[in-house]
């Protein structure tokens, strides 16, 4: 069971797309797991057959837990597992989806404290059981852990550091509670993604206001003779000139994990998508920067598409590298944006207004967007911010380059 | 077809990109992205979906024209006839 974000403890495995036999190959779509951002389809890093398929469908299983057995070519099937027993997490041979690029154990991990002390052994616990330990005051060397490999996981939680409260599973809530609906859950989800954001990532933020009047000239000569499937809106502009100024400014491209910056070479900019009757996802636009203005529009009507349907991948939930988020045509004119971890910046753009503008020395009517910057200060400071809007807004005002 | 009919189709192709949206609540008046909520995406979308239905190019121009249940059954109609 991947993790499909930071805050992800389980997913429930709705739907096979494979069977043993069948050959596999990274980027393969081999399952769909229902989380609280809704049903995300699962694709494999790993090339190899099927072998075996660990997990029922219909069943919940934590981050880490494997769900199917997968043999490189010329390899030898694995002894049977014992049926319950919890899997080594560094397993040798390829489980079905496991973290893309860090393929190391299954996601719980965030390692020992590199502290000199000498400490008996890192406690393994989920990052928001971490969190969550955290807030209680609760020593995790004290919790027993029932996760794969015993990695303590929100349910062991459950009846600690506070008075009494009696242990149950996440499952059996009390009856008088009702069951909480999809949207209660994308809430639970935002809040806890946000939460840790805050509580982790020392934002700032810094602002421009920009002329956007040369792009909806452009978009508005391009697409009056197209017929409205080819037509390309602003927010494409937008998302074209953020990778291309994330690609010069790598400051603001990637992830902060495991105490480090690590920038990204591909740009892979998520996309903020408003949920009809509330919600937001943010999936990413993978390798922006093979796209051109058309690939790139193609690409979000495709994500904007599958995110109302609840179709988005795994990999887009977990590997964008920088967010954009636009406020669209109608709206407030500025937004300050939360920073989705573990990304290091945030594009927020607030809806075009028409403005009083000084153009070439005579007050001229404008439509203007506010750009607000939310980044990392652990990353990055105003100087490379500052660097980054330039960049965007040299790049939004010759949109014919973009 | 009559104006009615064309609010009718309208309102079909305006609940197949929002799916949400219960028809028998829409107003004549509601204003698509200011109370239905529709973004730009959505609205791409139906005019997409308005496009292939009546074969009628609505270039951007004319998307205050379909902003409305009401103003997009008269353009429709207009545009149709």
């Known amino acids: ?402 | 077809m009559t104006d009615t009919d064309y609010r009718a189709a309208f309102l079909e192709e305006l609940t197949r990109v929002a799916p949400d949206i219960d028809p028998s609540t829409v107003g004549d008046d509601d204003h698509i992205q200011d109370d239905l909520e529709l973004d730009s995406m959505d609205v791409l979308n139906l005019v997409t979906a308005l496009h292939e239905r009546f074969g009628i190019d609505i270039p951007e121009p004319d998307y205050p024209e379909i902003s409305t249940p009401s103003r997009a059954a008269a353009y429709l109609a207009r545009r149709s006839g």
């Open chain 1, 1 to 402: 069971m991947p993790s499909l974000g930071a805050d992800m403890e389980a997913g429930k495995l709705v739907e096979w797309l494979v069977e043993p036999g069948d050959a596999v190959k990274r980027g393969d779509i081999v399952a769909v797991v229902e989380t609280q951002k809704g049903a995300i389809e699962i694709e494999i890093f790993e090339e190899g057959t099927v072998h075996e398929l660990v997990a029922d469908l219909g069943q919940t299983l934590p981050v880490g837990a494997p769900l199917a057995v997968v043999l490189k070519e010329g390899e030898a099937p694995p002894e049977a597992p014992e049926p319950g027993e919890a899997p080594e997490p560094a397993a040798e041979s390829a489980e079905a989806a496991p973290e893309p690029a860090k393929a190391s154990a299954p996601e719980p991990t965030e390692a020992a404290p590199s502290g000199p002390a000498p400490a008996p052994r890192a406690v393994a616990a989920s990052p928001a059981a971490r969190v969550r330990a955290h807030e209680l005051g609760i020593d995790l060397s004290t919790i027993r852990g029932t996760g794969p490999g015993g990695v303590i996981v929100m349910g062991d939680l459950e009846g600690q550091g506070r008075p009494a409260k009696k242990p149950a599973g996440p499952a059996e809530a009390a009856p008088t509670e009702k069951p909480a609906s999809p949207m209660e859950e994308m809430r639970k989800a935002i809040a806890a993604a946000m939460t840790r954001a805050k509580q982790t990532i020392p934002h700032f933020y810094l602002s421009e206001t920009i002329d956007v009047h040369p792009a909806t000239e452009f978009l508005a000569d391009l697409n009056a003779d197209r017929p409205p499937t080819e037509r390309v809106l602003l927010g494409a502009l937008f998302v074209r000139a953020t990778a291309k100024a994330a690609a010069k400014v790598k400051t603001m491209n990637g992830h902060h994990t495991d105490g480090a910056f690590h920038p990204s070479e591909a740009v892979n900019p998520g996309v903020a998508v408003a949920l009809r009757g509330g919600g937001l996802v943010a999936p990413a636009l993978m390798d922006a920067l093979s796209l051109d203005l058309d690939e790139t529009m193609a690409a979000m009507r495709d994500l904007v598409t599958r995110a109302r349907a609840g179709r988005l991948r795994g990999s887009e939930m977990t590997q964008g590298t920088i967010t954009v988020s636009s406020l669209g045509e109608t709206g407030a004119e500025a937004m300050t944006g939360v920073i989705f971890p573990p990304q290091v910046a945030l594009v927020g753009i607030g809806a075009p207004h028409e403005r009083a503008w000084v153009v070439d020395g005579q007050v001229v009517p404008r439509s203007v967007v506010t750009l607000t910057m939310s980044a990392d200060h652990r990353v990055s400071d105003g100087r490379q911010v500052a660097r980054f809007i330039a960049e965007f807004e040299t790049l939004i005002q010759a949109p014919e380059s973009l």
